[in-house]
């Protein structure tokens, strides 16, 4: 293990999200909380430098071809493992191989021909079609992470393995995990951290997370979506932290259950009730609301609706109801580090407003994700970091998370590939404008995340704040 030559080089990290089980899997990644540990652990071949941007990693540069269909990366030369051994393009082959089979976020063999190593420093991907706009920055995903053949090799992810992140797990428990500097990451800047504590919180309580950061002594911590209720904490934190806002801004919003929704008794005209009353109950009582929601994106991003579209949309939505027709309970499933956020809070509180007896289920990530798959509950009710300036979320939502596809698969690679701008937003704006016209889910709110550090540490400003506490962004302030 690598020892820090200065004590000042290890840091104290509260982490509200938590991986939801040792030894995930990149490519079956579904939490931010996974994202976010992951991205501490390996490299991809490009990184993030904002949503829409990205800087060199493991391949230094990139050509493609006028047609857009050649690619060849190019690789930092004397890459290695963490245990000293070589990185070669065929291990990077074989890796990326692996990720085009199909993640969570992405679809590489949608538009990937094929992926050689054309030599010891050089991959060549021919793809079928011209590359999407935000090809590379798919590629920066930690989805794509570039994976010793020891980690999948058994056919159960390990990550004690080698690795070619910024740091190695040195402990790890429920409530601690203890991180080293990887002595062979392929970024040897001096004032890197080398040594890294991250401490559980255990509670989604906004007053009791304030509290924690003010009373204790932390170098830098992700604050969740729906945390921060107001501005005056925001100052409240700026007189002992830096606070930087984040991306992707989380939306609130209920699902319905597809398997529930297909056996009636969730029907269009009951979905239609749900979505006008709630959205329109939700931003009447309150006036001074922030982030409104509009969609699956924020309604500034690309192919997002705005709020006039929507609002066109939900008044031609009819307003005579048979709510005798409609059920008189509601099964509402909610992740436990959701339950306790005021908007949650809101959100049940009005549809019990509405008359309905609301049964919470209240599961932790693992056990919340078999009972979505299950379909035994009637709506769900979730955060989503699904509104980032990035199409391909849409693929992810419109064909795998919504009560019925609104296009299909054929019609979302189209999409992706499209390269004229115009007609691509509106693609992705037909596809949202008919989930809500079916009313397949009920877009309430968007919230940002906060990047908090304290004096000792600096967030590299040329990189993205991106995706939560990234530790690799960091680096030490020089006294």
Do not use: C
Request: no cysteine.
């Amino acid at each position: 293990m690598v020892r820090a030559q200065n004590i000042s080089h290890s840091i104290q990290a509260l982490q509200l999200y938590w991986p939801t089980k040792e030894n995930g899997d990149p490519t079956g990644m579904m939490y931010a909380s996974d994202w976010i540990m992951f991205q501490n652990l390996y490299s991809t071949l490009v990184e993030l430098s904002s949503s829409k941007t990205v800087r060199p990693a493991l391949a230094e540069r990139w050509t493609q071809s006028a047609d857009g269909k050649h690619w060849i990366f190019y690789f930092r030369k004397n890459l290695r493992w963490s245990d000293n051994t070589p990185l070669t393009t065929e291990q990077i082959v074989q890796s990326l191989k692996r990720t085009a089979k199909g993640t969570y976020h992405t679809k590489f063999n949608a538009y990937v021909e094929s992926i050689r190593a054309s030599s010891d420093t050089q991959v060549e991907m021919q793809l079928k079609e011209k590359a999407p706009r935000n090809f590379l920055i798919l590629l920066a995903f930690v989805d794509s992470s570039i994976l010793h053949p020891k980690a999948y090799a058994s056919g159960k992810f390990n990550w004690y393995v080698p690795n070619n992140g910024p740091f190695r797990i040195e402990f790890y428990s429920n409530t601690e995990i203890k991180l080293t500097a990887n002595p062979h990451y392929w970024d040897n800047t001096k004032d890197r951290i080398q040594h890294a504590t991250l401490t559980k919180v255990a509670t989604g309580n906004p007053q009791k997370v304030i509290k924690m950061l003010l009373d204790s002594h932390t170098d830098a911590t992700a604050i969740d979506a729906g945390i921060i209720q107001n501005f005056s904490q925001v100052e409240e934190l700026k007189k002992k932290y830096d606070v930087y806002i984040g991306n992707p801004e989380f939306l609130f919003n209920f699902n319905f259950s597809k398997k529930r929704t297909k056996e009636g008794k969730l029907n269009l005209v009951f979905r239609q009730y749900l979505l006008k009353e709630i959205y329109n109950r939700f931003w009447k009582a309150d006036h001074n609301n922030t982030f409104r929601a509009s969609g699956l994106r924020f309604h500034h991003l690309r192919g997002a609706l705005s709020i006039a579209q929507l609002d066109e949309i939900l008044a031609k939505l009819p307003d005579l109801f048979n709510k005798k027709v409609f059920p008189k309970s509601l099964e509402i499933l909610v992740r436990e580090r959701t339950k306790e956020k005021p908007i949650a809070i809101r959100m049940l509180q009005m549809v019990r407003e509405l008359g309905f007896t609301v049964k919470e289920i209240t599961l932790n990530a693992e056990e919340h994700s078999k009972r979505f798959q299950s379909g035994d509950f009637d709506l769900e009710l979730i955060s989503s970091g699904a509104t980032e300036d990035d199409p391909d979320t849409a693929w992810r939502f419109y064909n795998n998370s919504l009560a019925e596809p609104v296009a299909t698969t054929e019609e979302l690679d189209q999409a992706q590939l499209e390269g004229d701008p115009l007609k691509r937003n509106q693609m992705y704006q037909s596809f949202e404008r008919k989930a809500l016209e079916q009313a397949l889910f009920i877009p309430i709110k968007y919230e940002p995340t906060y990047i908090v550090t304290s004096k000792r540490v600096i967030l590299d400003s040329q990189l993205a704040a991106d995706w939560g506490l990234q530790l690799f962004k960091l680096r030490m302030r020089q006294n």
